[in-house]
């Protein structure tokens, strides 16, 4: 293939990413993050994935069979059990405002220096080489698929123009902000892209072999059988084969946690905290995928090449070409090359920022004539020396790869990176769990370890590509041979990394732990210490207080901020910060919380370390004591407590005079009820009052009457009189039920035997009336528990009202009860005049008439409606009606059960 | 006597005993009475029959007895009759109300029998 196009193609695919990465920041602009995404988080993690992964692996499973996999169990053992620990760092680092696992280990051991410059110095040391490798790969897969040699002549190495446009790139999204917790989203949608297209190309081709190539999984390995090479690989190997797994598996742990690239993508950028929750499965599964097809293809490298002299990490390129399937070849290359940039970019980035701040910034604010330019525009400054910083790491790691990686195997590098990165695991897991661990114990715990790793790992590299005589493998270090590089104080019997690994931890937490034990802590150690291990505890705490004393200007705070944030972010920050924590900022002395704050800000821009050195440098500082600091964050804490309290109490006031409203409301409303319902009573009682007093007063003035009227009118007066007293009992029994003076009784009641007795009362005035009554009462009707006379009542009135409305010698009543889903039903259906939709609810209300309203309801229906809606009420029921007019009414009420 | 013999009363009412008691006293003063249940009837008797004076209820199903005073005031063939409240709608706000919408007499129940006839008549002597 011609190189020039393979090469278009890499700088299209690289335009691609730089469209990815402003597309986000754009859109970070317009404040809808696409960054802040559980998915896009899962996905970035996957930049642990380098093209160590996605052409090592298969080289790895070639040459050592299964135990590749135990570097990605690791992770996922990470994201399972270690989940609290990551959770844990993440928060320290939000509260803190920490950029980088240098930063952390400085800031949890009284933001020391040196341990700042030593970690730095140790990723450093993982991260060229790490990068070299990468480069490696590219160039590498550019080599295979053009079929040319690398180039010796830098300038004609195709590598070094991808190198070239790395940096470009890593600057215009690394270095776009200062402060390093405005974290780099556009960067964070590029990675989350690549990861999707390395597993979709991993995929393509690993379908392609094996469903393609071959009849599937099975038939893959089946034929593996035939070949014995292969068969040796997949029997576990008897000597130290477990525990090769467990210190591989334990290296790929730690290195998940705290190699450079993957502190940056798990905590620096992160967004929020519940994004873990969804990574938790989502990035083990994207690990369970990207390594399904490995086998396959290692077994199918082996027996297609068998024989021949082909780079086994480079199988998934040689097999497409070999069937001479360009398209698949560059998709495949693409997703290699996707792979390698991905952890360069982000691995620069998170190397540069400690290279900045914890390298060279302190440098140069030490010395005084680079501090004065520092001072005249130092974000200007900071931004340079990260830009720098960025494409020192990468011109480095390209000449490591040029002139030192030829000789190895991809895999190898990348496990040598893991160990010495697995030597901040004392000084973070121990930082973070036990308060007594020193500086002093983390720095000869790091050296310590480090010495081990560049001994064990490191020497013997050196010797095998000719820089040092092989005498010191074979006889040891100044010929003793308890100190053979691969056989320390004569351990034999494990692989070299499990072997480093062994030997450098074991040193590395001896020191640290003997030596915390052995030394003091300084009082800023101690507090730091605290506000580590309690995070959680204080999390709030420490950022609303202050764990600082001292004396400094407001102004000389001021423009030290000013000169980072520049003047209007300054002011806005300082005008926050005041409003917020109620501090006045217009003070000659600056407030201690004020002086902090203004700290853990320039701390997210230039690191801990040199934040401390610019704060100190302005300010007078006084030690403050762990009790004092404690009782600082208490008090806050118990603050806050208060706090919350009286929110909750005034909450509860808020809600108590609503209630007291609305019960007021509720007063005035019955009250209104209460008058309507008395002038509605008169209004009722007046009525056959008249009738009464007007033929009375007939009656004695007229002697004269014929005896017919006479009687017609005296029996007029006694059904009036009736209808008076039939008022008066209701109103009262109504007001009884109303008031809930009433006992309603708890009696087992039959409804049948009610419904029996009902009819049974007014038979005889239906019989008078010519009005039949059916009844369709179901046979199982179930007994049920209230009140009967009450009950009786109900039924009394509905079928008296029935009567009532009945057509005179024609009419019929029909009675019909049923259970349904626990609840009784019981339908009074006559046949007489029917009342129209506007009436049928005001039939209920015993206050039919409000107060303007002079329409009356249909006569008849005094308060017994009304009464008996109140009765089923108590009885948790409900009464209801339906009705045409001319064609009678259907009276419904229902009962539960229980 | 004689001279009321030709006035026409109507009285309207749903309240059955109170039209007996009603139509009782007015027929034994020679009036001829006219009777109503509701306001919808009230309106074709009061068109077809043009009565002098009408007795009438407020609070009735359909059509109230405010509305039938309004129609027979504001009817030029009719504003001359005498509209006289039988209610029991009592209150002071009641009354006023009455009387803003036309009335010329309004009677509160239970009213006594001697007086309602005395005004009847009084009434009467006025509209010859």
Partial sequence: ?898 | MNIQKNIKVLIVDDEPNILLSLEFLMKKEGFIVFIARDGEEAFDIIKREHPKIVLLDIMMPKVDGYEVCKFIKQNTETKETKVVFLSAKSKEVDIEKGYSIGADLYIPKPFSTRDLVKKINLMAAEVI
């Fill in chain 1, 1 to 898: 293939m011609n190189s020039i196009i393979l090469g278009i193609i890499s700088i299209y695919y690289l335009a691609f990413l730089f469209f990815v990465a402003y597309q986000a920041e754009q859109k970070t602009k317009k404040g809808k993050s696409v960054v802040s995404n559980a998915n896009i988080y899962s996905l970035s993690l996957a930049v642990y994935c380098t093209a160590w992964t996605f052409y090592g692996s298969v080289g790895r499973a070639t040459a050592d069979s299964i135990d590749f996999l135990a570097v990605y169990i690791g992770p996922t053992l990470v994201m399972f059990l270690a989940f609290p620990i990551l959770l844990k760092i993440i928060r320290i680092c939000k509260t803190q405002r920490l950029t980088s696992i240098a930063d952390f280990i400085s800031s949890r051991y009284g933001k020391n220096r040196s341990l700042g410059v030593l970690v730095t110095i140790i990723c450093l040391l993982s991260g060229i080489p790490y990068i070299a490798l990468q480069l490696k790969a590219i160039s590498n897969s550019f080599g295979i698929l053009t079929n040319s040699l690398s180039n010796p002549n830098i300038l004609t190495d195709h590598t070094f123009y991808i190198v070239i446009l790395l940096i470009v790139f890593t600057i215009l999204f690394g270095t776009r902000n200062v402060e390093a917790t405005e974290r780099h989203e556009g960067m964070v949608a590029a990675i989350a892209t690549e990861s999707i297209i390395k597993l979709a190309s991993f995929f393509l081709i690993g379908i392609f072999v094996t469903y393609w190539l071959f009849d599937g999984f099975q038939d893959i390995f089946s034929k593996a059988h035939l070949i014995d090479s292969i068969k040796k690989n997949f029997t576990m190997k008897q000597d130290g084969g477990m525990s090769m797994w467990f210190w591989h598996t334990f290296l790929a742990m730690m290195a998940f946690m705290f190699l450079p690239r993957q502190f940056q993508v798990a905590v620096v950028e992160n967004v929020d905290e519940k994004h873990l929750n969804r990574a938790m499965w989502l990035f083990p599964l994207y690990m369970l995928l990207i390594n399904i097809f490995v086998i396959p293809i290692s077994i199918a490298g082996g027996i297609i090449f068998s024989g021949k002299p082909v780079n086994t990490d480079m199988f998934v390129l040689s097999i497409p070409m070999h069937y001479s399937s360009e398209l698949l070849a560059i998709m495949t290359y693409i997703g290699g090359f996707s792979a390698a940039t991905g952890m360069i970019i982000v691995e620069t980035i998170a190397i540069s920022v400690m290279v900045s701040n914890n390298l060279l910034m302190p440098i140069f604010l030490g010395i005084p004539k680079s501090k004065s330019i520092i001072n005249r525009n130092p974000s200007a400054v900071v931004q340079y020396i990260r830009r720098f910083s960025i494409a020192l790491i990468i011109i480095l790691g390209y000449f490591y790869f040029k002139y030192i990686t030829e000789k190895y195997s991809l895999v190898s590098i990348g496990m040598t990176a893991f160990v010495v990165v697995a030597q901040f695991a004392p000084s973070v897991l121990g930082g973070i769990f036990w308060k007594r661990g020193t500086q002093k114990g983390a720095m000869a715990g790091l050296i310590g370890g480090t010495i081990i790793w560049f001994f064990t790992l490191i020497i013997p590299s050196l010797v095998s590509s000719g820089v040092l005589s092989d005498n010191i493998m074979n006889d040891g270090l100044f010929g003793n041979t308890l100190l053979k590089p691969y056989e320390l104080f004569g351990m034999t019997g494990m692989d070299n990394i499990s072997h480093s690994t062994f030997w450098s931890l074991f040193f590395n937490i001896t020191l640290y732990f003997f030596i915390s034990l052995c030394t003091k802590q300084t009082s800023l150690e101690h507090n730091q210490a605290v506000l580590f291990v309690d995070v959680f505890q204080y999390s709030k705490a420490i950022e609303n207080s202050t764990v600082w004393r001292g004396k400094a200007l407001v102004s000389d705070i001021k423009s030290l901020l000013e000169s980072f944030l520049g003047q209007n972010r300054t002011e806005r920050v300082v005008r926050m910060f005041a409003v917020r924590n109620n501090v006045n900022v217009q003070t000659r002395y600056a407030d201690a919380s004020f002086v902090n704050y203004s700290e853990k800000l320039l701390a997210g821009i230039v690191g801990t370390t040199s934040a401390r050195m610019m704060v100190s440098s302005v300010a007078k500082e006084e030690d403050i004591s762990l009790d004092e600091v404690v009782e600082i964050l208490k008090k806050s804490q118990e603050l806050m407590a208060v706090n919350k309290e009286l929110q909750q109490k005034s909450q509860e006031l808020k809600q108590l005079s609503e209630q007291l409203q609305a019960a007021n409301e509720q007063l005035l409303l019955t009250d209104k009820l209460k008058d309507d319902f008395l002038s509605t009573v008169t209004h009722e009682i007046r009525t056959p009052l008249t009738s009464i007093k007007a033929l009375s007063e007939i009656l004695y003035d007229n002697e004269d009457l014929e005896h017919g009227e006479r009687q017609h009118f005296l029996n007029t007066i006694i059904k009036e009189s009736d209808r008076l007293s039939r008022l008066i009992n209701q109103v009262l029994d109504l007001e009884k039920l109303e008031s809930g003076k009433v006992r309603v009784l708890n009696e087992t009641i039959f409804l049948d035997e009610i419904i029996e007795d009902a009819v049974e009362s007014i038979e005889q005035l239906a019989k008078d009336k010519g009005v039949k009554i059916y009844k369709i009462i179901d046979k199982k009707l179930p007994n049920f528990h209230g009140d009967k006379d009450r009950i009786m009542q109900v039924m009394v009135n509905l079928l008296s009202n029935a009567l009532k409305f009945s057509e005179t010698n024609k009419g019929t009543i029909t009675i019909t009860a049923y259970n349904e889903d626990s609840n009784l039903y019981v339908n009074v259906i006559d046949d007489g005049s029917g009342i129209s939709k506007e009436y049928q609810e005001l039939i209920f209300d015993k206050f039919y008439q409000a107060h303007d309203q002079t329409i009356k309801k249909p006569k008849g229906s005094g308060l017994g409606l009304a009464i008996s809606k109140r009765i089923l009420e108590l009885h948790n029921g409900k009464i209801w009606v339906e009705s045409e007019v001319g064609k009678g009414s259907k009276f419904s009420f229902t009962i539960p059960i229980e």
